[in-house]
């Protein structure tokens, strides 16, 4: 039978599946241990999102979902570039995770209540904050939602867009018509060639495509607002607790770091710093690292290599996306980005 | 069976007790394999907390389907999600296996054609298109479609009808009881024609007079329908596709997706049939022609009594084989977003994770497709096979 590749990837879970050894795995960090035995983290990323996950010309990776493999690999293995990056498209991303072909999904994956059960998958804190966001071309005429009635909707299969739509329109009494299409580039293609009249995603994935795909940016509109709840975040199996935590306390110390005002610049200065919070942080003082299973200067590296969360917002938000911070700010600046306490 | 060793009456040296035997064990062996397959999968899943079991075909999907055969909308279920996906692959299966039999016929005579002009269009054709990989063939039917003019600068080849980077739409009648009657009348129409050639057949066997049985056979075809309809009234109201907002509303509608994967997987599998057909018609020996010519046989004659019979028996075997990769391959669809069965069952494997399940259906569903094809195939292999008089 002749399959496309994603249902091959599809196919190798079942396959996985079936023919795993049945015996349970080891309880000391399965996944832990098969990185550094591996010496790379494998991190599932989008096939190409502006801001979260894009490969340069050279093929280097960059973006903010990126930068999270980056601060896994700096604390667990010590160097922020040993990761193996692994584009994943919509619909292969969870397989892929659950048959272990990746270690983590740093994807512009939102965290819903059926992934986090059905799914068999653990989520980190949300590394972002965004919703469902619509694209128009300026001569359809279209300004908000309600103007959309009819319209040809261009959308990724297996997102909670492709839902979030279908409630949204269903609860304005409008007809649509939905072009799903899983490739990232045969679906921009698609709207950008006027297949579709709206191109609907996470809403901060819309202005890399207005800026970088689009031959003329100025003649879309992104429509203002967004009409979901997506927090993103990293997603493990289930099953792995120490992994779990390593990377639910990684992503604290992005948070914590800019709160604290520690960045990859002053890091070294800091070491020095008197205040309690920061020389645990910095594997001065205590043992944190140990509980995770790392060593004390995990969280140095972490800042050190990739920076703290405002310089990770700011590197892949900043020019020429310049996509404002809002909800994304730290808890003491009114947004809802808030490290938990490391003690 | 008995055994023919007369000394020895032992059962273990039984050929029957042998065969029996050695296929209980291998079943035996086969059963214990997909019971640990089986047992397998289930602690495997359980272990990594993934969901499990059908439960989810009856829950509500909550996603929208571009284009749907039967009425559908997010609040159904994911079983009828799946067979609007089964529906919709069955649908351009069916359109391509006709088109790309009736595509690869016509070139596969031309390339043995006498006409130079005829025969290398055919044999160029034939050569471009079955060496270039069908995912190219799809995505490049894909793109151009999306290089047509907007629906508001839609091409229009005749009046009510469009063609744009929408798809093709163009005037339908509006159903009408009627129909339903015109249609039976239309099966009456088909067997009279049936009886007509048998006729024809029977009395050409029996007194030698050949009697042409083309403009009669039409006139039998069209005259029931044709009487049914004028008789209710002649019924008929255009429903004309209009500009509503962003798209075309009403008429008949062939979606760019449709269109591109089913002139790529057409195109494609057409060459192939071409193919069949010219090795099929250049099997027949050339005596066989020549005396049918010395009989004094009219070309068309000889194409439909003594060719064709014959080239049938090489033709019909490869030709199931093309069939079934055609509906397999229109699985490619995914690839430029035409909802078929496989982009379904991708988004529902998603949404649910239940992937060993949405997996397991899509398999069932193409080896279903598969064995009918195969089946209708092998019925009609047996009628064109030669009957030894």
């Known amino acids: 039978m002749r399959q496309t590749i994603k249902s091959l990837a599809v196919l190798a879970v079942a396959g996985t599946a079936a023919f795993a050894a049945a015996p349970a795995v080891a309880d000391d960090g399965p996944t832990l241990k098969a990185v550094k035995e591996r010496g790379e983290v494998l991190c599932g990323v989008h096939q190409g999102r502006y801001g979260f996950a894009i490969a340069d010309s050279q093929g280097k990776w960059k973006g903010l979902d990126v930068d999270f493999c980056r601060a896994v690999a700096a604390a667990v293995l010590g160097d922020s570039e040993k990761v193996k990056y692994m584009p994943l498209g919509s619909v292969q991303r969870f397989p892929a995770l659950q048959s272990g072909e990746v270690d983590m999904l740093s994807r512009t994956t939102t965290i819903t209540l059926t992934r986090d059960s059905a799914l068999g998958l653990n989520f980190g804190p949300p590394t972002f904050y965004t919703g469902t966001g619509f694209m128009v071309r300026k001569s359809i005429g279209a300004t908000k939602v309600d103007d959309l009635a009819g319209a040809a909707v261009c959308v990724f299969p297996g997102s909670t867009t492709e839902k979030n739509i279908a409630a ?9 018509k939905p072009v799903v299409i899983e490739s990232s580039k045969q679906l921009v293609g698609a709207y950008m060639s006027g297949r579709c009249d709206v191109l609907a995603m996470d809403q901060a994935g819309l202005p890399g495509h207005q800026q970088f795909d689009a031959s003329n940016p100025a003649d879309h509109m992104i429509i203002p607002g967004v009409y979901s709840k997506e927090p993103l975040g990293v997603g493990v199996r289930a099953g792995d607790d120490q992994w779990f935590d390593i990377i639910k306390w990684v992503t604290h110390v992005t948070f914590n770091a800019e709160e604290w005002g520690i960045s990859s610049k002053n890091v070294d200065e800091m070491k ?3 205040d309690i919070n920061i020389q645990r942080l910095l594997g001065v003082k205590g043992d944190l690292g140990a509980k995770l299973g790392l060593d004390k200067e995990w969280a140095y590296r972490v800042v050190k290599q990739v920076g703290n969360y405002g310089e990770i917002y700011d590197s892949n938000w900043g020019p020429p996306l310049n996509l404002e911070r809002g909800i994304n ?9 808030y490290g938990f306490p490391m003690k | 069976m008995e055994t023919k060793n007369k000394t020895d009456e032992s059962i273990f040296y039984s050929n029957a007790f042998r065969s029996v035997a050695y296929q209980a064990v291998l079943f035996g062996l086969l059963t214990l394999l997909g019971w640990y397959l089986y047992s397998n999968v289930n602690e495997n899943l359980a272990r990594q907390g993934i969901a499990t079991g059908w439960n989810f075909l009856t829950t509500s999907s909550g996603f929208d389907i571009g284009e749907s055969v039967i009425r559908y909308d997010a609040g159904d279920t994911y079983g009828r999600a799946l067979l609007v996906g089964f529906l919709n692959t069955l649908r351009v299966a069916v359109l391509g296996i006709v088109l790309a039999t009736f595509l690869g016929v016509f070139m596969g005579v031309a390339r043995v054609s006498s006409n130079w002009l005829l025969s290398t269009i055919a044999s160029w054709y034939v050569e471009i298109c079955r ?13 151009v479609i999306h290089l047509l003019p907007a629906p508001k600068q839609a091409i229009i080849p005749f009046e009510g009808a469009f063609i744009m980077n929408r798809g093709v739409v163009m005037p339908f009648p509006v159903a009408n009881d009627a129909y339903v009657w015109v249609g039976v009348a239309l099966l009456v129409g088909i067997i009279g024609v049936v009886v007509l050639n048998k006729w024809a057949q029977r ?10 049985t083309l403009w009669k056979g039409l006139g039998v075809l069209i005259a029931p329908p044709l009487l049914v309809w004028l008789a209710f009234g002649a019924p008929l109201v255009w429903d004309v596709p209009s500009l509503q907002g ?3 509303k009403g008429g008949l509608q062939f979606s760019p997706e449709l269109i591109a994967l089913l002139v790529g997987i057409t195109f494609y599998t057409g060459a192939f049939i071409a193919e ?7 099997s027949v020996a050339s005596g066989q022609i020549e005396a049918a010519r010395a009989l004094g046989l009219r070309p068309g004659f000889i194409m439909r009594y003594v060719t064709m019979p014959q080239a049938l028996r090489v033709i019909v075997p490869p030709t199931t084989s093309q069939y079934l990769s055609l509906t397999k391959n229109s699985s490619l669809g995914v690839l430029i977003g035409y909802p078929d069965l496989v982009n379904i069952g991708n988004t ?25 094809i195969s089946i209708c195939m092998n019925i009609y292999n047996r009628v064109a096979a030669i009957k030894e008089r």
């Open chain 2, 131 to 143: 060496n270039v990989p069908v995912v190219l063939h799809v995505i490049f039917w894909g793109t």
């Open chain 2, 348 to 372: 529902t494997l998603n949404q649910t994770g239940q992937s060993v399940e949405a997996i397991a259906v899509m398999m069932m569903v193409y080896l279903s497709i598969s064995i009918v």
């Open chain 1, 329 to 337: 700010e730290l808890w003491t600046k009114g947004g809802l980005m």
């Open chain 1, 272 to 274: 020095a710093s008197n």
């Open chain 2, 276 to 282: 069949i057909v010219r090795s099929g018609i250049q």
């Open chain 2, 203 to 212: 009395k050409r066997e029996r007194t030698g007079e050949y009697i042409p």
């Open chain 2, 246 to 248: 962003f798209n075309f």
């Open chain 1, 168 to 176: 949204l329109f269903a609860s304005k009494k409008m007809d649509y």
